[in-house]
């Protein structure tokens, strides 16, 4: 329905605008809009998949899973195994400012791939100066796999922090607001 009415509505913008004297750059454009309505013609839609497909997809990757049913509006809701790591304060903190600067910056790369592979769906920094520096919330099947990902970072390798990983529940696909 969504690409229906964009084809529409791009298609209208096309012909209600068509001028016969329009100048060549305008006539760009219109071509531009023109494709572009075709690509979108083109584009199949995306059937999304079944509980039981998604249930069946989690399962044979080793994810730990179960079903929760809303009382209120008796949906079922997919629960799903994730693995919260806490990054806290190392031991090894007298790293020079060039040092840190180097490892902050392997640290941010590092996390950025984890999210890029699809194995930590969100990392952050606490806001306060506490032991706990951070989280990042592993979407992996196994502790042994979070423990190893998270422990593969340049800080914890250079023992600026420690990780305490531990499994967590939540609703598979939910988003935070």
């Known amino acids: ?19 016969n004297s329009v100048k060549p750059e305008t006539e760009e454009v219109i071509n531009e809009v023109t494709n572009v309505v075709k690509d979108v013609a083109e584009i199949e839609p995306e059937v999304p998949k079944t509980i039981k497909e998604i249930k069946e997809e989690l399962t044979a990757k080793g994810f730990q899973i ?18 919260m790591a806490f990054l806290k ?20 790369a590092h996390l950025k791939k984890m999210y890029q592979l699809g194995y930590a769906d969100i990392s952050g920094p606490f806001g306060d100066d506490g032991d706990i520096r951070g989280i990042t919330i592993y979407n992996v099947p196994t502790l042994k796999m ?31 607001r």
């Not at 400012?97 to 902050?104: D, I, P, Y």
């Not at 423990?147 to 529940?169: F, T």
Request: aromatic share 12%.
């Open 1 to 19: 329905m969504k690409r229906i009415l964009v084809i529409f509505t791009l298609s209208f913008m096309l012909f209600a605008c068509k001028d």
């Open 146 to 176: 979070a423990d190893s990902l998270a422990n593969s970072d340049p800080m914890v390798k250079a023992g600026r922090l420690v990780i305490e990983v531990h499994p967590w529940w939540a609703a598979k696909g939910f988003e935070l």
């Open 66 to 83: 179960f079903d929760y049913v809303d009382e209120a509006t008796q949906d079922t809701i997919i629960m799903q195994q994730y693995f």
């Open 89 to 108: 304060k190392g031991a090894i903190r007298m790293q020079n400012e060039e040092e840190s600067a180097k490892l902050q910056k392997q640290h941010l």
